[in-house]
């Protein structure tokens, strides 16, 4: 059974900077593309980032580009996401998935969400 639980959410003010985490079980994240999306209060879950299985790809979501990096941790099998600069609008609760890469977006695997961490940026 596959489980990906984030972590590292927390309060922080505009121009701060948060790390994320995923930790998996019953999947191998090298051999998977892995992606971050986020929902905030009152809106639909929007990817946010992505990097595939052979981790040699990227890829963002316009606002985050530059700012955000996504990374893995083959021996923690953990992926990360690494956000600078924070804006109140990166205000939301972060999750992480598996799935396939179509047109440099992550689409999620079926299976239910993991509990996500909260990111809350203030201005």
């Known amino acids: 059974q596959v489980q990906l639980v984030e972590s590292g959410g927390g309060l922080v003010q505009a121009g701060g900077s948060l790390r994320l985490s995923c930790a998996a079980s019953?999947?191998?994240?090298?051999?998977?593309?892995m992606g971050w999306f986020r929902q905030a209060p009152g809106k639909e879950r929007e990817f946010v980032a992505a990097?595939?299985?052979?981790?040699?790809?990227?890829y963002y979501e316009d606002s985050v580009k530059g700012r955000f990096t996504i990374s893995r941790d083959n021996a923690e099998n953990t992926v990360y996401l690494q956000m600078n600069s924070l804006k109140p609008e990166d205000t939301a609760v972060y999750y992480c998935?598996?799935?396939?890469?179509?047109?440099?977006?992550?689409?999620?695997?079926?299976?239910?969400w993991g509990q996500g961490t909260q990111v809350t940026v203030s201005s």
């Open positions: 998935k598996s799935g396939p890469i179509v047109a440099g977006i992550l689409q999620p695997s079926f299976g239910s």
């Open positions: 019953g999947l191998i994240v090298r051999n998977y593309n």
């Open positions: 990097i595939s299985w052979s981790g040699g790809s990227t």
